[in-house]
Nanobody, 121 residues
Framework: QVQLVESGGGLVQPGGSLRLSCTAS????????MGWYRQAPGKQRELVAT???????NYADSVKGRFTISRDNAKNTVFLQMNTLEPEDTAVYYC???????????????WGQGTQVTVSS
């Protein structure tokens, strides 16, 4: 079993920055693709950014040039640096990971509990 724990959300003014972190814990697993998703009130959950184990990245058009996803494989952690935040970025942000169970040799998808990001003056 793998747990994803997020941190770094909060309240920030428009134009400000936040950095989210998500750390995976457990044993006998390998992290594959990791990513960040968000869900605003009354809207569906949407992709923000993903990063492969080798480092290739993918971003939603709405965050390109403002957000940067990165990972530290040695610490089983993925980050989301969010700059030039806008009120439209307000949402609960969820960490996501595709995980290989090394014993059972199967893939599973895990989600964090979510962290609130509010952009408001």
């Amino acid at each position: 079993q793998v747990q994803l724990v997020e941190s770094g959300g909060g309240l920030v003014q428009p134009g400000g920055s936040l950095r989210l972190s998500c750390t995976a814990s457990g044993s006998g697993f390998r992290l594959n693709d990791m990513g960040w998703y968000r869900q605003a009130p009354g809207k569906q959950r949407e992709l923000v950014a993903t990063i492969a184990s080798g480092g290739s990245t993918n971003y939603a058009d709405s965050v390109k040039g403002r957000f940067t996803i990165s990972r530290d494989n040695a610490k089983n952690t993925v980050f989301l640096q969010m700059n030039t935040l806008e009120p439209e970025d307000t949402a609960v942000y969820y960490c996501n990971a595709d995980v290989t169970d090394l014993l059972l040799r199967r893939h599973s998808t895990y989600w964090g509990q979510g962290t609130q990001v509010t952009v408001s003056s």
